[in-house]
């Protein structure tokens, strides 16, 4: 099946810097991609939508100016924490679905642990 | 409130038990619906689809009743295997995926 990555697959920083999170379609072209974030013990929460040579697409409540996301491929998106603190301590996840896919089955990378000092 | 709800658990079961989750969504307009096991810090993998005429896969069935907004997953005969967190899936605008809170299920030997 289609498979997805991240990286890096965890990461510690200092408050107030920023990290870059990747995430990979390795065997096909994603359009679309999305991104989630799952505090311990809660589900995924999605965060936006990330659009191939377009802005993405924030949910409500995400700051857009916090949280950058650049899809400047069909096989990458990258989410860019910035100015990171304590509670941005997370599980990101990205996921994606092939073209043509919209509405089936959609396909996770194994996560990126973020932990802010 | 929330577009996908799940009773957390957890689901305390012995092994060869019948046991079954339910999901309810809020949003009559979602198009579909999905049942995901995600395992302790590991990434959500897909358990089965779920249409309104019922998807059985082995031991798992799944339903939709979309008169009732609630869907459902029925696993038999448990298996230690089996423990995971279950998170169910609602589709909307066809491409965003809203996720319950997970339901935890335990098998015990």
């Known amino acids: 099946g289609a498979v997805v990555s991240q990286h890096p697959s965890w990461v510690i920083c200092k408050s107030g810097t920023s990290v870059k999170i990747e995430c990979r379609s390795l065997d096909f072209q994603a359009t679309t991609m999305f991104w989630y974030r799952q505090f311990p013990k809660q589900s995924l929460m999605l965060m936006a939508t990330s659009n191939e040579g377009s802005k993405a697409t924030y949910e409500q409540g995400v700051e857009k100016d916090k949280f950058l996301i650049n899809h400047a491929s069909l096989t990458l998106s990258t989410l860019t924490v910035t100015s990171a603190h304590p509670e941005d301590s997370s599980f990101y996840i990205c996921?994606?679905?092939?073209?043509?896919?919209?509405?089936?089955?959609?396909?996770f990378g194994p996560g990126t642990r973020l932990t802010v000092t | 409130r929330k577009e996908v709800e799940q009773d957390p658990g957890p689901f305390n079961v012995p092994e060869g038990a019948t046991v079954a989750f339910n999901c309810t969504y809020s949003n009559s307009a979602s198009q579909s619906f999905f049942w995901y096991r995600q395992d302790c810090r590991k990434e959500p993998k897909l358990l089965m689809s779920v249409y309104s005429s019922g998807n059985e896969d082995g031991r798992f069935t799944a339903q939709l009743n979309r008169a009732s907004q609630y869907i459902s997953l029925l696993i038999r005969d448990s298996k230690l295997s089996d423990s995971a967190t279950y998170l169910c899936v609602g589709v909307y605008n066809f491409n965003k995926f809203y996720f319950g809170s997970g339901t935890k299920l335990n098998v015990k030997p």
């Open positions: 996921s994606a679905y092939p073209p043509g896919g919209a509405g089936s089955e959609q396909y």
